[in-house]
């Protein structure tokens, strides 16, 4: 998740990252971001869906971040 937010310029952080699940319907605040990002906390399937619409990646991409590479770029670039 985090070489996701880091790849957008500027940069998403966690904060943004928050603020850009909400319309999904998912609450999450800094920390538990932090803490997803650090492995010390699940992730729900609603959460990982709205993460990678809020970062438009697809949601194998995520979940395959041991060897990240560059997400496909999204139809709106």
Do not use: N, S
């Given at each position: 998740?985090?070489?996701?937010?880091?790849?957008?310029?500027?940069?998403?952080?966690?904060?943004?990252?928050?603020?850009?699940?909400e319309?999904?319907?998912?609450?999450?605040?800094?920390?538990?971001?932090?803490?997803?990002?650090?492995?010390?906390?699940?992730?729900?399937?609603?959460?990982?869906?709205?993460?990678?619409?809020?970062?438009?990646?697809?949601?194998?991409?995520?979940?395959?971040?041991?060897?990240?590479?560059?997400?496909?770029?999204?139809?709106w670039?």
């Amino acid at each position: 998740m985090r070489q996701a937010r880091l790849r957008f310029i500027p940069e998403v952080t966690q904060e943004d990252l928050a603020a850009r699940v909400e319309p999904y319907g998912v609450h999450l605040d800094r920390t538990a971001i932090g803490r997803m990002e650090k492995g010390t906390r699940a992730v729900t399937d609603v959460e990982l869906l709205a993460i990678a619409a809020a970062l438009a990646v697809p949601v194998g991409w995520l979940l395959d971040e041991a060897t990240v590479h560059d997400p496909p770029e999204p139809d709106w670039m």
